[in-house]
């Protein structure tokens, strides 16, 4: 046989009609061969890879569980310390975890039960609450727990030791200082002081949700969870623009925090478009030139109060007057702070709610222009959404939003020393 076979050995081959022929079994081992490997492929692709993350915050800790699918599950408490969750999926799951440094969470472990995957989350005590709920795109089910911090046990009471009545040069003792559990707030006017704004209110509603939702409600419920975050971690007095459901002139709202002599000032919004996909949050500080349309379209609505209508795009002294507000903000380096500020807050939306990440962004918003000190506006998620609109109905979620404008807000002040929020 001549040696032009090359590697083929002569008992693979067969020579018919003056052709060479590989044997139909081979073929069938190779065909075989690549279906495996296309099945693989498909199987790889088919896997729902969840990753588990644990973080804490200041008044919780969470677990965040992030899908490339959407999964079925169950949460129960199996053990007083001890939250069982159990998943399942039409593919196969692969979970993937790090090490745990958590001041509540011991440890995050996986198992399996028959076709079920459990994760386990063991607490470092029994003494905690949970809450959970999901976001989508990508899925993530997230657990929020918050440590139960139970009062001091009290001695029995000792029968009362009978001691003379004062001289009239003796006054009894003063008692001690109560420590209330949180660091003293000066109420003088030489306090630091943080305000916050509830956009809209009273007749101005502001935006509305498919399920009747109010704009004006929601930020009232989220400025008063932001602020019992600040007075119960923060040596800051915090001063409401409004505690209730009344209308709040734009001018006044700014004058509250320059008669406080504030360090921050943080008005909070619910979002509309009208494009019902729009979703996420976004954060704001001053420019008067606006980012895009639709934020310039925003900052219009936002700006339009009713005794502001018309006036915003015809007056030319007003908008001369913002330059120079514009002007002596950006002398003092109140641009620089506010758009750190917005940067940090932006950042913490992000990573603690799930919702997509529209960025920080730059906005005439009028109630922005006279406040003399670091400000920013805050569009937390879209009411005109409506999965974002029964998101912002729900309690914790509006505690989520609270918990992640104070982490930003905290995070600021760590960069800028204190007393170098104002001139």
């Given at each position: 046989m001549s040696s032009d076979a090359g590697s083929i050995p002569a008992a693979s081959i067969s020579l018919l009609k003056d052709k060479w022929t590989v044997p139909r079994s081979r073929y069938r081992i190779q065909a075989g061969f690549l279906g495996a490997l296309l099945f693989a492929s498909l199987l790889a692709q088919n896997i729902a890879r969840v990753r588990v993350s644990v973080r804490d915050y200041a008044e919780f800790s969470r677990v965040t569980l992030e899908s490339t699918q959407t999964l079925t599950f169950t949460i129960a408490r199996r053990t007083?310390?001890?939250?069982?969750?159990?998943?399942?999926?039409?593919?196969?799951?692969?979970?993937?975890?790090?090490?745990?440094?958590?001041?509540?969470?011991?440890?995050?472990?996986?198992?399996?039960?028959?076709?079920?995957?459990?994760?386990?989350?063991?607490?470092?005590?029994?003494?905690?609450?949970?809450?959970?709920?999901?976001?989508?795109?990508?899925?993530?089910?997230?657990?929020?727990?918050?440590?139960?911090?139970?009062?001091?046990?009290?001695?029995?009471?000792?029968?009362?030791?009978?001691?003379?009545?004062?001289?009239?040069?003796?006054?009894?003792?003063?008692?001690?200082?109560?420590?209330?559990?949180?660091?003293?707030?000066?109420?003088?006017?030489?306090?630091?002081?943080?305000?916050?704004?509830?956009?809209?209110?009273?007749?101005?509603?502001?935006?509305?949700?498919?399920?009747?939702?109010?704009?004006?409600?929601?930020?009232?419920?989220?400025?008063?969870k932001l602020k019992s975050l600040i007075e119960r971690n923060l040596a800051f007095r915090v001063v409401l623009t409004r505690d209730k459901d009344v209308e709040v002139l734009l001018e006044n709202r700014a004058a509250a925090a320059n008669n406080n002599d504030a360090q921050f000032f943080i008005s909070i919004h619910a979002n509309g478009s009208y494009k019902k996909s729009s979703s996420g949050s976004e954060t704001f500080f001053l420019n008067l030139n606006a980012t895009d349309e639709d934020v310039r379209r925003l900052a219009y609505f936002e700006n339009t109060q009713t005794e502001l209508q018309g006036r915003i795009a015809a007056d030319q002294d007003y908008q001369d007057d913002i330059r120079m507000i514009l002007w002596d903000m950006a002398q003092a380096a109140y641009i620089r702070q506010s758009s750190r500020l917005a940067e940090l807050v932006q950042a913490e939306l992000n990573g603690l709610l799930g919702t997509a990440n529209r960025g920080i962004k730059q906005a005439p918003f009028k109630v922005l222009t006279e406040v003399a000190c670091p400000a920013i506006l805050v569009e937390v998620a879209f009411l005109s959404n409506p999965e974002e609109e029964r998101l912002l109905g729900k309690e914790e979620f509006q505690w989520n939003v609270a918990q992640a404008i104070y982490q930003g807000l905290v995070n600021t002040i760590r960069e800028f020393p204190a007393g170098g929020y104002r001139r």
């Open positions: 007083p310390g001890v939250i069982e969750v159990g998943l399942e999926s039409q593919s196969p799951v692969h979970i993937q975890s790090g090490p745990v440094t958590s001041r509540l969470i011991r440890s995050v472990s996986m198992s399996r039960q028959g076709s079920r995957n459990i994760l386990s989350i063991e607490g470092k005590t029994e003494s905690y609450t949970f809450t959970h709920f999901t976001v989508g795109n990508p899925f993530q089910l997230i657990l929020d727990l918050r440590e139960v911090r139970r009062p001091a046990e009290t001695p029995l009471a000792k029968p009362a030791e009978k001691k003379p009545a004062p001289t009239v040069a003796e006054k009894p003792a003063a008692p001690p200082p109560q420590d209330t559990g949180r660091p003293a707030v000066p109420l003088s006017s030489g306090g630091r002081t943080i305000v916050i704004d509830p956009g809209h209110g009273g007749m101005e509603s502001g935006a509305q949700g498919k399920f009747g939702t109010l704009e004006k409600d929601i930020t009232l419920a989220v400025s008063l």
